[in-house]
């Protein structure tokens, strides 16, 4: 094998390729990285049985071949190359990587003993790459990282023919986002539970306008997206008994807020520096006046402040929620946000203010607290 490669386009290939590497694998070829190459350039892949990602980097091919060599080692190789042209080939038992003046001699596995990878199930839509990088990072904060219920460290996501609904839910908070969704048919409906963080990782490779949506049929055993130069496939967790959550949103609120969401997150950063990590934070709010902001904690440490809100519709109420959980459905938001309570007791609904659908939804519950 002998290819010369953009060192940007190549860095990009195997990180992105990395992604699906083993951490500790209990089979030293899932630890690898498989390069081949093709007329037109090199493709990189791994694969560890869950997860795989494929990505391709336009190069010159002198001569065709394939080599497998330390996924680790390769990506820390990369991200310290000098900004000059790869050179890659194959000598003996040996890669080597030459960039401008560095050289790097890496031993290789033998490439007969790699898992053949996944294909791509049949492609059920495509979907704006941008939108759906937005809806992943949105929906999965609520996700929960507790491997011990695997079905909630997961996102739920419905594809239909014109829309794609993304739900998760660690118990304590719910995310709901929906996007369009360009269908293959018009009765489309399948609903699939992929592992939150696969979706995270994989949205960070994906450099295209927009994405095809792969399912095998029903919605068994595998997903697959692809962007022209990524392609990732992940097994599915088992949601045949995935909570009907969206019975958890309130139908109506008793009070509305509105608040701006890059001054409440400072102010709550702040004041929860005093508060211990099972500790709320405290919203006050009342009619006509300023939104206090107060938490408590260890010898008698406390913390408060106040600031201007865009409104509040309601009688005067305090809720406590968890200060992480409380950011992360902010952070969720871009400008104002609106703040609909039933009372101290029963979940809040953060959204986007002034929308006027149910396309963005956090919800959280609060923590009880005497005052």
Request: hydrophobic fraction near 45%; proline fraction near 6%; include cysteine.
């Amino acid at each position: 094998m002998k290819v010369t490669v953009e060192r940007d386009a190549f860095a990009e290939a195997v990180l992105a390729a990395s992604k699906a590497v083993a951490g500790k694998p209990h089979i030293p070829v899932l630890g690898g990285l498989l390069i081949r190459t093709a007329d037109d350039g090199v493709t990189v892949s791994g694969f560890d049985y869950e997860v795989s990602h494929e990505s391709w980097a336009r190069g010159t091919v002198t001569d065709p071949g394939t080599a497998l060599v330390s996924g680790r080692l390769l990506a820390s190789i990369v991200k310290a190359l000098p900004g000059k042209p790869v050179e890659l080939a194959s000598v003996g038992a040996h890669l080597e990587l030459v960039c401008g003046a560095a050289r790097f001699t890496l031993p290789t596995m033998p490439v007969e003993d790699y898992p053949t990878l996944p294909a791509l199930p049949e492609a059920i839509g495509t979907v704006d790459a941008a939108e759906f990088v937005a809806a992943i990072n949105r929906a999965a904060v609520a996700a929960s990282r507790d491997e011990t219920l695997p079905m909630m460290t997961g996102v739920r996501v419905e594809f239909r023919a014109g829309t794609v609904d993304l739900l998760a839910t660690d118990r304590y908070r719910l995310t709901h986002i929906t996007i369009p969704f360009a269908g293959a048919s018009d009765d489309l409906s399948v609903d699939l539970l992929i592992p939150a963080q696969v979706l995270v990782e994989a949205a960070k490779t994906w450099t295209g306008s927009t994405i095809e949506v792969s399912a095998a049929s029903g919605g068994d055993g595998l997903v697959g997206f692809a962007d022209g130069r990524r392609k990732t496939t992940s097994r599915l967790l088992d949601g045949g008994n995935y909570p009907p959550v969206r019975s958890l949103f309130p139908s109506t609120a008793n009070a509305t807020a509105i608040v701006s969401t890059g001054q409440l997150i400072e102010v709550v950063k702040r004041v929860a520096l005093v508060a211990e990590r099972t500790t709320p934070v405290l919203l006050t709010f009342a009619p006509d006046s300023p939104l206090i902001v107060e938490a408590g904690g260890t010898e008698e440490a406390r913390a408060s402040e106040s600031m201007d809100i865009g409104s509040y519709d309601g009688s005067p109420l305090t809720v406590g929620f968890n200060p992480q959980y409380l950011l992360d459905g902010l952070t969720t938001v871009g400008g104002d946000a609106q703040i609909a309570m039933v009372d101290a007791f029963k979940p809040a609904v953060i959204s986007p203010a002034g929308q006027t659908d149910n396309a963005h939804r956090y919800l959280i519950m609060p923590i009880r607290v005497s005052k």
